[in-house]
Nanobody, 122 residues
């Protein structure tokens, strides 16, 4: 099993920045991909960003490209999502996820955190 715990969410104003963290533990050697997803009220969960633990490959949803950056600290088993120039439409619960050879679809990920709320006011 792999355990994931997100932190760093909060209430910010449009244009502000926020950094989410995901602490991983357990059998992390079983996964090679980390992702961030989000789900706004009344909407389906959507992909935000992903990376391989090797750090070579990162990929983003078009809606966040250029504003969000996913990164990892392998020594600390941490994954981060730096969010800049936040917009009200970024408001959602953000989830950290882990999987094997996973891509942009949530069903490709096997492990999920409990989520952290991000609210962006206009």
């Amino acid at each position: 099993q792999v355990q994931l715990v997100e932190s760093g969410g909060g209430l910010v104003q449009a244009g502000d920045s926020l950094k989410l963290s995901c602490a991983t533990s357990g059998r992390t050697f079983r996964v090679d991909t980390m992702g961030w997803f989000r789900q706004a009220p009344g909407k389906e969960r959507e992909f935000v960003a992903g990376l391989r633990w090797s750090g070579v490959n990162t990929y983003y949803a078009d809606s966040v490209k250029g504003r969000f950056t996913i990164s990892s600290d392998n020594a600390k088993n941490m994954v981060y999502l730096q969010m800049n120039s936040l917009k009200p439409e970024d408001t959602a619960v953000y989830y950290c996820a882990a999987g094997i050879h996973a891509g942009r679809r949530d069903y490709e990920y096997d492990y999920w955190g409990q989520g952290t709320q991000v609210t962006v006011s206009s």
